[in-house]
């Protein structure tokens, strides 16, 4: 049986857009990890940038989407954790620069 990878899947997810930042989820670093099972099934273990954001069960939703679109994943969950906490230094570089961090809006 073929397998999806970590790459796949964080690929797939790059594709999700944070419409309030305009950057993708991965590059945001907001995903923690992605685990695989034999079965091709899918846990993804993401955080939000606030607890507070009115976009948390979108978000969930346009994950799972994305990586359902992948041709061999037979299902996925999203689990929102809160530790560690995100902030802009899980970023990507180029978001970190395209956002501002270090000017004091971080």
Do not use: F
């Not at 594709?15 to 079965?39: H, Q, R």
């Not at 607890?51 to 061999?72: F, N, T, Y």
Request: net charge negative; with cysteine.
């Amino acid at each position: 049986m073929q397998s999806v990878t970590k790459e796949d899947v964080y690929a797939a997810i790059s594709t999700v857009i944070d419409p309030e930042v305009g950057c993708n989820l991965v590059d945001l670093g907001l995903i923690y990890g992605a685990d695989i099972d034999e079965n091709n099934h899918v846990n993804v273990t993401m955080t939000l940038s606030t607890r507070g954001c009115p976009l948390h069960q979108s978000m969930i939703d346009w994950v799972k989407e994305a990586v359902e679109k992948i041709e061999l994943v037979e299902g996925c969950d999203v689990e929102i954790v809160w530790e560690p906490e995100w902030n802009i230094s899980m970023a990507a570089e180029h978001v970190k620069q395209s956002l501002g961090a270090g000017t004091g809006m971080w």
